[in-house]
Every structure is written in C-alpha cells, then in structure tokens.
C-alpha cells in the first residue's frame, strides 16, 4: 500500500517508500450521510457499534492479535484515531517488531517510519475499511513534548525544526484534509466534524498549544512522579493552562 505522499483523503493515504513510483495504492472506501441518515434510536446504536476509537499504533510492542481490524465481522462506518499512530523512538523489553533504526529527528526518519508501520496488512486494511478521523499526540514528534519545549529540553530552533519535519510527514501520510497543512512548525488541526445527525466530533490537539509541565523532573520537559511535593509557581495552575 505505497503512493507518492498522497493527498486524497477520499481514498486514504498510504506510505511513501523508495518504490513508491512503481506502486499503486489497494482501492479503499469511504462513506457520507445527511441528516437524516440515522432517524431512529435503533439505527443510532448499531453505527455506534460500528465506530472504532484507535490510539497507539505502536509497532514494537503491540502483538500481531492486537492490530487486527475485523472488516468483514462489523463492516465499521467511521475510525477515531486518538494520536501516537508512530512511535519515534524504541524503548522497553522484548519488543514485538523493530524499527530498525534511530529516534527520528528529519523529515526523512519521520518518512522512513510512517512508511514501516504502513507495512502491516492490518493497518492497510483499516485505511482501506473507512474513512478516518485523526488527531495527533506526542509520539508524532517526540515523547512527552509541549509546545516549543522537548523532552530533553533542546534548543527552541532545533526542536522546532524537528517538529516542521513530523508534522509535514503526519499530514504527508494521515487522511486528513487540506487545510490542515502544516506551514513550518504550525499546523492547525484542530476542528469539528459532523456525522450525519448521529454525533458532532471535536477534534482537539492537545500538543501544538500545551502548557508546560507544572512541576517537571531536573533537565526534563515531562511530569514528575513527586509533583505533590515540589513548589508550583502560581502562574502554573489555573484554568488559562493547555
């Protein structure tokens, strides 16, 4: 399931790789529905059973069992995607799979990644199953970062520069619609999307514009397990925080 970093989110995007010129992507499926495609509570049931809510494609360490999408059982209408659809770096024991490389830091890491986990039958049959909904969480970029502010925290220009490299790759190789192009570092992609008269999504993103962390660890970006006992700056609290 290779193209040219495709841009029809009618049809899907699928992975970009070295023979992408020779290749074809497999015919996928989408679906609309007016208003009044679900009038009664019963049919408002049976789209709800066919919605998938999907977070974490992560390659290494998920089994094969855990990717399978059963198209053929219930026929799904609709996939949420929750974010971390890759993962850029490898940690953690007796991985399922390997990426086979580095953290993915350029524009041609993120490619090289997205074109992997593309790789999986299971993952090409979703895409080719329904029309997605995305969003992004912070493995698209880096573990654990919050706006201009990496994990490690690294120069502003340098991280930003990483960050212009995933969101292009992300927007490259996600269904996601044109607007939502990324210009340098920035990409808006949050927004709402009606489903018929079934539901109303809000797609948020939770990264681009986060507060940082209230209380991190020494020489770290992310949380600390003992933020109960560290001193919190008044401006670190309060309802204006991301």
């Not at 029809?8 to 020779?22: K, L, T, W």
């Not at 201009?148 to 992300?170: E, M």
């Amino acid at each position: 399931m290779l193209s040219r970093h495709c841009r029809s989110q009618a049809e899907g995007c699928a992975a970009a790789g070295a023979a992408a010129d020779a290749s074809i992507s497999a015919l996928a499926r989408t679906r609309s529905h007016d208003a009044d495609h679900y009038p009664d509570a019963q049919q408002h049931d049976r789209c709800r059973e066919r919605a998938r809510l999907r977070t974490r494609a992560r390659l290494r360490r998920r089994a094969r069992e855990q990717f399978l999408f059963e198209q053929n059982v219930d026929e799904p209408e609709l996939v949420v995607h929750l974010g971390d659809y890759i993962y850029e770096g490898s940690w953690g024991r007796d991985p399922v799979r390997s990426h086979g490389s580095g953290q993915a830091i350029t524009l041609d890491d993120y490619r090289r990644r997205y074109a992997l986990y593309k790789t999986d039958a299971d993952l090409q049959a979703a895409h080719i199953a329904c029309p997605w909904l995305a969003t992004w969480d912070d493995h698209e970029v880096e573990n654990d970062y919050a706006n201009d502010r990496s994990q490690y925290l690294d120069a502003p220009d340098w991280f930003l520069a990483r960050r212009a490299a995933a969101y292009k790759a992300w927007y490259e190789h996600m269904p996601v619609p044109r607007h939502m192009l990324p210009v340098g570092p920035n990409a808006r992609i949050y927004t709402r999307s009606g489903y018929g008269s079934l539901a109303n999504f809000f797609v948020l993103d939770d990264r681009q514009y986060r507060s940082y962390e209230a209380c991190p660890r020494p020489g770290r970006s992310e949380y600390s397990r003992t933020s109960s006992r560290c001193e919190v700056p008044p401006m670190s609290t309060g309802p204006f925080r991301t």
